[in-house]
């Protein structure tokens, strides 16, 4: 983003701490290599909640159609909010930086799922979303190829934007020492 | 998943709502078509809730040290949430379905972000993880090769997995009719 034309009270995002960490990451660039983290407890059913720092934690579900007893969101729906939430700070972030500001900005995510691979029915096939929609509804003081340009920055930028349309190396290990041995 | 030597109390999984899915599916294929959705309203600052079917907003935001306000996780920490969920869901039902009982389950996430694309810095690379780890920690009343099958088939199906590690077509559109045009 650009940081010309900031100003510490347009849409209170504190541009100054940003363009402070930008700053230090070109003096030392390691302090960009960032590692973030999420532990998962399962409860019960299809129940499980994320903890993450020291925030409370946070319920997941399952719909009762699959299985669960409805009482949270289920995963990918987390994960579409996700993104939705990364565009809402890269929209931030770049208007700030650009001078403007934002009255209203609503993001609408929806991603299309086949459940064959996640229900066994088609095994070594793609459980995972086929294709995600954003639909980005911006109120904001600034021209239209403003907007246009800063819409250009955010998902060229966008974190989760990034991480859900490249394939990301996933690795995850089994602890096996914690595993009951039983004999019959 | 295999659905011999079910229970409907083990894990207190509602291993038939998932057989009955998946039996429907076999008859319709259309069902196994869905579609997740997730609204995101920014608030103020890097501040934003998402609104996923009728459950209360949840909120995010970013660190200080980014700019935000520190009141909730941030994006790609809930990314990681919805990838530990999403391996507890599959454990979960898995296990269910081959009549194995989960004592304790625990999913630890992380993943590596360069943050250099976020803040502009690398005009065009790659903003997102460039790689996420998960330790699956499970006590459960099984032999280790019948747990290690079902790691097997746990990340073979996973929904959020699967959706990480594959490049999905991502379309974020700008809803231009809501732009204030502002002449100066």
Redesign the interface.
């Known amino acids: 983003?650009?940081t010309t034309e900031t100003s510490p009270d347009i849409?209170?995002?504190?541009?100054e701490?940003?363009a402070g960490?930008?700053a230090k990451?070109?003096e030392s660039?390691e302090?960009?290599?960032?590692?973030?983290?999420?532990?998962?407890?399962?409860e019960?059913?299809?129940r499980?909640t994320?903890s993450?720092?020291d925030?409370a934690p946070?319920g997941?579900d399952?719909p009762?159609?699959?299985?669960?007893?409805d009482t949270?969101?289920?995963?990918?729906?987390?994960?579409?909010?996700?993104?939705?939430?990364?565009?809402?700070?890269?929209?931030?972030?770049n208007a700030t930086a650009a001078g403007v500001t934002?009255?209203?900005?609503?993001?609408?995510?929806?991603?299309?799922?086949?459940?064959?691979?996640?229900?066994?029915?088609n095994?070594?096939g793609?459980?995972?979303?086929?294709?995600?929609?954003?639909?980005?509804?911006?109120?904001?003081?600034?021209?239209?190829e403003t907007?246009?340009e800063l819409?250009r920055?955010?998902?060229?930028?966008?974190?989760?934007?990034?991480?859900?349309?490249?394939?990301?190396?996933?690795?995850?290990?089994?602890?096996?020492r914690?595993?009951?041995?039983?004999?019959a």
């Open positions: 983003m650009t849409n209170t995002v504190n541009i701490a940003v960490l930008a990451i070109q660039p302090v960009a290599s960032t590692t973030w983290k999420a532990a998962v407890t399962w019960q059913g299809f499980s994320a993450i720092r925030f946070i997941s399952e009762a159609g699959l299985g669960g007893t949270a969101p289920n995963p990918v729906e987390q994960l579409l909010a996700a993104l939705g939430n990364c565009l809402a700070v890269g929209y931030a972030a934002i009255n209203d900005l609503r993001i609408e995510v929806e991603g299309d799922l086949d459940l064959h691979t996640f229900l066994g029915l095994p070594g793609n459980a995972g979303f086929q294709g995600i929609r954003a639909k980005v509804i911006i109120d904001a003081d600034a021209p239209a907007i246009e819409h920055l955010v998902t060229g930028t966008s974190p989760v934007g990034h991480t859900l349309a490249r394939a990301v190396p996933i690795q995850v290990d089994l602890a096996e914690t595993i009951s041995e039983v004999t």
